[in-house]
């Protein structure tokens, strides 16, 4: 052997030891996570993180108890703490962790606290005082929060649009009608338009005011409302309209209106789970039914007071409340990481999971749905623990995966109902939304109600990668009618930078890999330029440390590429979708993977500050705080499989 051979054999054997080493310490992680994830499974077999949004919901369940006179000190010292803590370094409070200042989130933030009792003049209280004023005082805050300083006397009635209670018996056909609009849009305006209706004004025991807060007396503002367009300029002037003709609309229909929203509102009151299961409909719900004079101990009153306190977290001295909880979405999830990571879908651990799953599955009852898809037979799963009127589409195809996947045979027929009830959810451009079809009606974003931009659910990327992921996983090819029109919308959707806006989660990474592993369970060719471009947008936005992240500030056009630090569930989704689109052997991947060997972790759970997910684009931000324990593990499980398969992609849907 001659000395070049012997420098080879050298090198080569290096480099064995070396990626033997490797490979030790990912089986090592791995491991480690996923003993750690199995130990959070509670006993009836699903996993219940945290979900946190920002200061807004603690904030206004503190003025609903000032509301209502029922202020539990204890607690509300303890979610005053967490308020304090998450204050930002602008003075204000912003929509997610290090994000800029936000006027709505600090106005009640701000508002909550000195109900609480924080002096004014303490430091922290000097601070947001003066970045409201700053930033134009809290007549710039949005319509949500109007609404709520006029039920607290600190805005005029004028400040907020005209909604009035007869929307209720408006026709099908009309421009706006409640079947027009998202889920959750309907369930916070149908309880919205009582109170509008009846004018309460809050208890407000210790008569705290924020009149420090407006540039402008409140009562002399004349410019509560934006400028966002000729649309909504148009609509502003049938506000005003409305506004001068409301006070004679006839008794009859009006009772009758109050009469239908009721009825709405007790069918979907969903026991202690809440209307609409979350937050600001269940608050809007309990308001309503102290308008029409239920009792305290009324049980739909009771069911709804019950299922706001169901959502306050307390941990380490501070506490908050969280806007609805996610057990469904994170249970379907930590499966698919769990059997990604070698955990046998016959496993005591994994069949009490998915026990639970299909015990949760909507067979009975058709919601809301309905009206688009009448002849649809029932199939789907909620977000929540309970939300029968509303299951979500995304949820219901991540189940049918994590129930096929561990599927003996078992669990056959809930799969065949999710499969056809998902594949009947389709909307008429090939795409998915999230709980409703064909939910399109742009022009109502316009409206003055609408300021936050989210009334409607239109289809989406993210949602529809997932259906076609789940589709094809069962056993449809791309042939098939429904993939191949949900295929044609993803390429449609497409971004100029090749990759995919993340509705519901931060943002285009989240996006891009959603699409690229529907592409590659429907046997897309992975070099096809559409493919190859998206490939080339997660290479170029890998960090410097091998990591990948994205702020909340991306859903804005000026701040579209910005990123504050890497996270470690933001550079999972990076490297699944690198590894759907046949990358697992580049030298991105394995960077991507040392990132996360390197990462702090505590046991499942790797740390994470950074909000990862998303309620509304640009309004309302969501840290899912199983985020960072299930994904991880998955893109590891996932790397050292394909890997150790000699395989460049994965079977599943997702």
Known sequence: MNNVQERILVQDTAS???????MARLDEAIGDALTGLKALQQAEGDWRFELEADATIPSEYIMLKHYFDEIDQALEGRIGIYLRDIQGDHGGWPLYHDGDFNMSATVKAYYALKLIGDSPDAPHMKR?????????????????????????????WRAVPVMPIEIMLLPSWFPFHLDKVSYWSRVVIVPLLMVQTFRPKACNPRDVNIRELFVTPPEEERNYFADRGPLARAFLAIDRILRLVEPMFPKAPREKALKRAEEFILERLNGEHGLGAIYPAMANSLMAFDCLGYAKDHPARAAAAKSIDN???????????QPCVSPLWDTCLATHAMMEAGESGDSPSMQAAMDWLKDRQILDLKGDWAVKRPDLEPGGWAFQYENAHYPDIDDSAVVVMALDRANGGQHDDAIDRGVDWVEGMQSANGGWGAFDVDNVHTYLNAIPFADHGALLDPPTADVTARCIGMLCQCGFDRDHPAVARGLAFLRRVQEDDGSWHGRWGTNYIYGTWSVLNAFNVAEEDLDLPHIRKAVDWLVNRQHEGGGWGEDGSSYFPETRGYSKASTPSQTA?????LMAAGEVDS???????????DAPRDGARWDEEHYTAVGFPRVFYLKYHGYSAYFPLWALARYRNLRKGNRLTSAYGM
């Open 587 to 597: 030298n991105v991947a394995s960077r991507g993977v040392e990132y996360l060997l």
């Open 128 to 156: 947001a005082h003066e970045a409201v004023l700053a930033h134009g005082g809290a007549a710039k805050s949005n319509v949500f929060t109007r609404i709520t300083l006029a039920l607290f006397g600190q805005v005029p």
């Open 573 to 577: 989704w990076a490297l699944l979708g």
């Open 311 to 321: 959502l306050i977290e307390i941990r380490n001295g501070h506490a908050y409340c």
């Open 16 to 22: 064995a030891r070396d990626d033997e080493s490797s």
